[in-house]
C-alpha cells in the first residue's frame, strides 16, 4: 500500500478521492469538486490517499500549525474492510506531523478532531455501507488511538457556506501527553476561528457558541 500525496485537482487520483468522498460522507460534509483546487495547492494543507493495487481505498486530510505545535485531522476515509487502512494511514500520518514538527524546531502538542457522535444523531449514517466507517466503530477506535472530548457543546458552519449550522459531532482533541485533563480555551477558540475562515457564513448558534468558550479559561478533556 502506498500513501500518496495529492496537491492538484486534475490528478487522476483526485477525482477517486472526490469519488469516495462523496459515497461515505453525507452531502453536507462535502466541499464541491471544484472548490478542492485551492485547499489542495495550499502547502499547509496535506491530503494523502491510501493506494492499493492502482485504486484509492482510503485518504486522509490534515494540517500542522507551527507556533500552535498542534495538528488537525480533517478526515479520514476508509474505503474497503480487511486491508488496516485505518492503521497504515494514522501511522503515516504521524510520522509526517512528528517530521514537520520537528522542521519547525517543535514538539507536537497533539492534535485535534471533529468526531461524530452516533448518540446525538437522529439517524446514523450508512456511510457507504463500509462498516469501518461506522461512527460507532470510528469513536472506539479513535477513543483507543487517544482522542478526547473536550467538554462543550459543539456545532460546525456547514461546508455548503448556507449559514446553517451542523450538529452530531463532539470536538477533540489528542494529546501527545496522554495525563492532560485540560486544555486552553483561548487555542480552542483561536484554532475554530482560524480553521472555519474560509467560511464567511457563520451560523448563530456558531457564533454564540464562540463567544461562551472566550469566557473561559480551560476546557476539560473528558473520555469519548
Not at 50 to 70: K, M
Not at 82 to 91: D, E, K, P, T
Request: one cysteine or more; hydrophobic letters at 40%.
Amino acid at each position: 500500500m502506498e500513501f500518496i500525496r495529492i496537491t492538484n485537482i486534475n490528478d487522476p487520483l483526485f477525482a477517486k478521492l472526490h469519488t469516495l468522498l462523496g459515497q461515505v460522507f453525507p452531502p453536507e460534509e462535502v466541499l464541491e469538486f471544484e472548490l478542492w483546487k485551492e485547499p489542495l495547492e495550499d502547502p499547509g494543507i496535506r491530503v494523502f490517499v491510501a493506494v492499493y493495487e492502482d485504486e484509492v481505498v482510503g485518504a486522509t486530510e490534515y494540517r500542522y500549525y507551527p507556533g500552535w505545535s498542534i495538528a488537525m485531522t480533517d478526515f479520514t476515509i476508509i474505503g474497503k474492510p480487511g486491508l488496516s487502512i485505518g492503521r497504515f494511514l494514522a501511522q503515516e500520518r504521524q510520522k509526517d506531523l512528528l517530521r514537520l514538527a520537528e522542521e519547525h524546531g517543535e514538539v507536537l502538542k497533539g492534535g485535534f478532531a471533529e468526531i461524530y457522535n452516533p448518540y446525538m444523531m437522529k439517524e446514523v449514517f450508512d456511510f457507504g455501507g463500509v462498516m469501518p466507517m461506522n461512527p460507532f466503530v470510528r469513536r472506539e477506535v479513535l477513543s483507543h488511538l487517544g482522542y478526547k472530548r473536550i467538554d462543550f457543546p459543539y456545532v460546525h458552519p456547514s461546508w455548503k457556506n448556507d449559514g446553517e449550522a451542523v450538529g452530531g459531532l463532539d470536538f477533540c482533541f489528542m494529546p501527545t501527553d496522554e495525563t492532560l485533563s485540560e486544555i486552553q480555551a483561548s487555542l480552542v477558540v483561536d484554532f475554530l476561528k482560524n480553521y472555519y475562515s474560509v467560511l464567511p457564513n457563520k451560523p448563530q448558534k456558531w457564533l454564540e457558541m464562540i463567544e461562551s468558550l472566550e469566557k473561559q479559561e480551560t476546557i476539560n478533556l473528558l473520555p469519548l
